[in-house]
């Protein structure tokens, strides 16, 4: 059985000593989609030192760790990255958007649980016990688990902790707020599926298939899905404790995050580094994969505040960002080039009820929207350059450039 807390970062690291390859050469067929889904872009840094968990931030940015730099880093969308230290930053492994405007994270080389603002300033708390990952609760709290000593963690913003345990909690790894205003948790050394209300009443679920659950993710229509690390499969267990498992739908996946498509992300660590790889599921059960040259051993995924999802790669120290079917891109200008008030459609997808339409920076009106063409015309004072389409999910830029004649 796989522990959650420290046994993977021995197993990736003696594989990089030991020159497995990072080549990936593929595992579940990553045919991107007609919607334009699965597009990867990689970023990195001197800084990135072995990522692991990765959240947005409420600054519109991504927050990650740097589990072997001893660190926290923040990414912008456009893939700019800032780095903090601290003391009491750790082997820092999990992280996550708090109540009170600042990111809250987990320490796996201390019992410490940390605050870091948006600017930067951190501050700890002896907290933990093996503290594996953390998630705002609906209370105000952050909760998390606690895998050597099998407890389930709540700590206030002020940072009052209260401790729950129950002889079904074991080996606790993966935690999320579910539909139901309660906080659902996997255990890896029992199989099972935890669920613990804020007033600390603790359920516990078994099903077939649960095989060494490592994380959890909710859905707004009441299920949640898991990754089961040892059987490769995906599973979904609703409110009520029903469980239906899918099976061979990855390869030893790890994080899972409810993307903007509705749809399930979920990374496959694979201690074969040609496996790894990121897959979705679609609630009905439909899985597709995506590979890339950066995805070598990934451990997390999250939504972005600009409708792709972003993971982490230890293997490769690389963020890398993967677009959704509601990322929105621009695939064509007609015409390329026009004066002031000349008449432009872009041509695209998911392009519907954009908020702003720019050229070279200039903001342009918007005459008409729908999801595949916006006619706009071309402002006075603009320059020639790219231009760019703005909706709740993200900015898409053109690759051609407009020429204002």
Excluded: C
């Amino acid at each position: 059985m796989r522990s959650w807390r420290l046994s993977r970062w021995s197993l990736a690291r003696v594989a990089l000593v030991a020159g497995v390859p990072a080549l990936i050469l593929g595992l579940m067929a990553g045919t991107a989609e007609a919607s334009g889904a699965g597009k990867i872009t990689s970023y990195t840094a001197k800084s990135i030192n072995g990522p692991d968990g990765i959240a947005a931030g409420p600054d519109g940015n991504l927050w990650f760790v740097n589990a072997f730099g001893n660190s926290i880093s923040r990414i912008t969308t456009k893939g700019k990255v800032t780095t903090y230290t601290g003391t009491g930053i750790d082997f820092p492994q999990y992280i996550t958007a708090g109540p009170d405007g600042a990111l809250w994270f987990t320490n796996g080389g201390s019992d410490l649980i940390g605050r870091i603002t948006t600017a930067g300033a951190v501050t700890t708390y002896t907290a933990s016990d093996g503290a594996g990952q953390i998630v705002a609760g609906p209370d105000g709290a952050l909760w998390f688990t606690n895998g050597d000593n099998n407890s389930i963690g709540r700590i206030t913003t002020a940072g009052a902790v209260t401790s729950y345990t129950a002889p079904s909690i074991d080996e606790p790894g993966g935690i999320a707020v579910g539909s139901d205003g309660a906080l659902w948790f996997t255990n890896a050394g029992n199989n099972s599926i935890g669920r613990i209300t804020t007033a600390g009443a603790i359920t516990n679920y078994t099903g077939t298939g649960i095989d060494n659950p490592y994380d959890i993710a909710a859905t707004p229509h009441g299920a949640l899905w898991f990754t089961n690390y040892n059987n490769s499969s995906i599973g979904e267990i609703t409110t009520a404790g029903v469980v239906t498992n899918y099976p061979d739908a990855g390869d030893e996946p790890e994080g899972i995050a409810l993307g903007p498509d509705g749809a399930l992300w979920f990374v496959n660590r694979a201690n074969d580094t040609s496996m790894s790889s990121v897959g979705r599921i679609t609630t009905a059960g439909l899985v597709t994969g995506y590979t890339a040259p950066s995805i070598s051993y990934p451990l997390w995924i999250t939504a972005g505040p600009d409708g792709a999802m972003w993971e982490t790669n230890e293997g490769t120290d690389t963020i890398d960002r993967i677009t959704t079917t509601v990322t929105p891109k621009i695939s064509k200008l007609s015409p390329t080039s026009g004066a002031a008030g000349a008449t432009v459609t872009i041509t695209g997808q998911n392009l519907s009820h954009a908020t702003a339409v720019a050229v070279n920076g200039t903001p342009a009106v918007i005459e008409s929207d729908t999801a595949t063409h916006i006619v706009t015309e071309v402002p006075a004072g603009a320059t020639s350059g790219h231009v760019s389409v703005t909706t709740a999910a993200g900015t898409a830029t053109s690759t051609a450039v407009f020429t204002v004649t």
